[in-house]
Every structure is written in C-alpha cells, then in structure tokens.
C-alpha cells in the first residue's frame, strides 16, 4: 500500500460564546468554527507497528512522541476495529504553532484517523471515527469532518453549515503559547458570560457575515489577553492593517484572525505585518 497523506486544517472559532463552569466542570458553549486551507500535515505508511515521526517548523513545541494525541487516536481506532495498535508509519509535518487555538493537535488526529482507516481498509464510517475522536477531546468530533459548523453543549453538539462562504483572512500568532486550562481559570475569575447562540446572518455574502460577526463576541478573549499581553499587541496590530473588516482571537487563543473583503488585500497586509513583526507567525488563509 502507497503512503497516504491529508492536510490537518486549521480551525477557527469565529465566534465564541462561553457560558459559567456546571457542577461536572464543564463550560457550555456556543460557536461557529471554520476550517482554513492551511495547517499541518499528516502522511501514513504500512509498518511493521505504530510509530510517529515529528517534523517542520514548530515540531520541537511538541512534548514528544508519545505525548501526541495522534497516536492516542489511532490506538482508541485499533482497539474499536479489534486489531490492536494499527501497523502504520506515521509522520507529521507540524506548521501550525502550539497552544494556539487553531485545534491543530485534534486536527492533527482527525487527519491520521481518516487516513489509518483508509489506508487499512477498516469498515467505519466518519461518524464511527468522530465518536474515537471525542474520546480524546472536545474539539476532536468537530476537527474529524474538519467542515464549518455551528457547535452547542459543551462542544459536542454540531450542526454543519454549508452556506458559510469563504472569508478571507491572515491568521496571527505573536510566538506565545496560550494553554486553554489557564485561559478557562482566568475567564471563570471573572465577569460571567452566556452561551448564547445568536441567529444566523440575514444572508451569507462574505460583507454580510463579517457584518454578523462584528456583533459576537470571543468570551475568553478578555482572559487570553490579560494572562498574555501579546495576544493584545496582535488585535491592535492587526486592527490597525488596511482593509481589514473584523479581527478577534480565535478559541483560547493566542492566535488572532483578522477578516477581509478579499484574498489579495489579506495577503497585502500579512507582507505589510510580516516586515513590522518578523518574529510572529504571520499567514494567509480562506476561511470555510
């Protein structure tokens, strides 16, 4: 069998509405996530066993092999199709930064799961392999079918929305990790928000969803930024670029995304930003 190999698409919360912490400990929730056209990028080979290999530019963020929710998934798959732990070479390219809220680490997983299955000839369909992908974190079911959608409950409850347009965009990261745990204690600390699910846009024009946006919210942004003034020095700056529509930090940050009316007005601002900032990880995406 020839090596097999997918894009773990970046994800990103539009918006993010956060309700207070329940008696079980959880956060309910309210959010439209889309997916980019960038991210990291997972490959898969026949083995002799299960093994992981870690590459690219932000590989060495990463705790190490064994710390990888890649490989978690693929032994909850083995255990599910009653094979054991897959025999499979697995590699990743790692180009999206970590602790970033870009979901890259259940992407991550969504992508070698589809991949192990395919490449193995396992009979499971998506929705079998979402419920694995649940298993190893809220965002895993949603980062599996890697599709936009609306997401309820504690992160569970998805409902996928096709009319959502591309929206061009520059995703932003200032070099500073923002581990969601930390980010949930400092929002808890403060004034509590609701997990209100706003109607949809009265159309879905890219200039009337970026209208629609501008009036949510991210709930944790406030906390991101007060634990990491960097995230702060990323909205201002990306404020501050021309022709940008709307700019907010992605799930729990530290990732900022900034919205334009078009592709070439987003990648005009990323080399302006980029020669300002050369230290960030400055990017260029579709959104959707």
Same mark, same amino acid.
């Not at 960038?38 to 932000?58: H, K």
């Not at 520059?170 to 400092?186: F, K």
């Given at each position: 069998?020839?090596?097999?190999?997918? +894009?773990? @698409?970046?994800?990103?919360?539009?918006?993010?509405?956060?309700?207070?912490?329940?008696?079980?400990? $959880?956060?309910?929730?309210?959010?439209?996530?889309?997916?980019?056209?960038?991210?990291?990028?997972?490959?898969?080979?026949?083995?002799?066993?299960?093994?992981?290999?870690?590459?690219? @530019?932000?590989?060495?963020?990463?705790?190490?092999?064994?710390?990888?929710?890649?490989?978690?998934? +693929?032994?909850?798959?083995?255990?599910?199709?009653?094979?054991?732990?897959?025999?499979?070479?697995?590699?990743?390219?790692?180009?999206?930064?970590?602790?970033?809220?870009?979901?890259?680490?259940?992407?991550?997983?969504?992508?070698?799961?589809?991949?192990?299955?395919?490449?193995?000839? +396992? @009979?499971?369909?998506?929705?079998?392999?979402?419920?694995?992908?649940?298993?190893?974190?809220?965002?895993?079911?949603?980062?599996?079918?890697?599709?936009?959608?609306?997401?309820?409950?504690?992160?569970?409850?998805?409902?996928? #929305?096709?009319?959502?347009?591309?929206?061009?965009?520059?995703?932003?990261?200032?070099?500073?990790?923002?581990?969601?745990?930390?980010? $949930?204690?400092?929002?808890?600390?403060?004034?509590?928000?609701?997990?209100?699910?706003?109607?949809?846009?009265?159309?879905?024009? *890219?200039?009337? *969803?970026? #209208?629609?946006?501008?009036?949510?919210?991210?709930?944790?942004?406030?906390?991101?930024?007060?634990?990491?003034? #960097?995230?702060? #020095?990323?909205?201002?700056?990306?404020?501050?670029?021309?022709?940008?529509?709307? *700019?907010?930090?992605?799930?729990?940050?530290?990732?900022?995304?900034?919205?334009?009316?078009?592709?070439?007005?987003?990648?005009?601002?990323?080399?302006?930003?980029?020669?300002?900032?050369?230290?960030?990880?400055?990017?260029?995406?579709?959104?959707?």
């Amino acid at each position: 069998m020839p090596e097999r190999s997918a +894009l773990a @698409p970046a994800k990103v919360n539009l918006f993010l509405h956060v309700g207070p912490v329940d008696a079980d400990g $959880y956060h309910p929730l309210a959010s439209l996530a889309a997916f980019a056209d960038i991210g990291d990028r997972v490959a898969v080979a026949p083995a002799d066993r299960l093994t992981l290999v870690i590459q690219g @530019p932000f590989a060495a963020g990463l705790d190490g092999p064994g710390d990888n929710l890649i490989l978690g998934a +693929l032994r909850a798959l083995g255990e599910a199709a009653g094979i054991g732990a897959p025999p499979l070479a697995v590699s990743l390219d790692k180009r999206l930064p970590i602790a970033a809220g870009l979901g890259g680490g259940s992407s991550d997983a969504g992508a070698a799961l589809k991949l192990a299955r395919d490449s193995l000839g +396992l @009979p499971l369909g998506d929705n079998a392999l979402a419920d694995i992908a649940a298993a190893i974190g809220a965002d895993g079911p949603m980062c599996l079918h890697a599709r936009a959608a609306w997401a309820g409950g504690r992160g569970e409850r998805l409902s996928f #929305e096709p009319r959502l347009p591309p929206l061009p965009a520059l995703l932003i990261n200032p070099g500073v990790p923002s581990p969601t745990g930390e980010v $949930y204690r400092a929002f808890d600390a403060g004034p509590p928000a609701a997990a209100d699910r706003p109607s949809p846009p009265r159309d879905w024009r *890219v200039s009337t *969803v970026i #209208e629609w946006l501008g009036a949510q919210r991210n709930d944790l942004q406030a906390a991101a930024v007060a634990r990491a003034p #960097e995230i702060g #020095e990323a909205l201002v700056a990306a404020g501050a670029l021309p022709g940008v529509r709307l *700019v907010r930090m992605s799930g729990s940050g530290a990732t900022v995304f900034a919205l334009f009316d078009t592709p070439a007005a987003a990648t005009s601002a990323g080399r302006r930003l980029a020669a300002d900032r050369p230290r960030w990880w400055i990017a260029p995406a579709n959104l959707g």
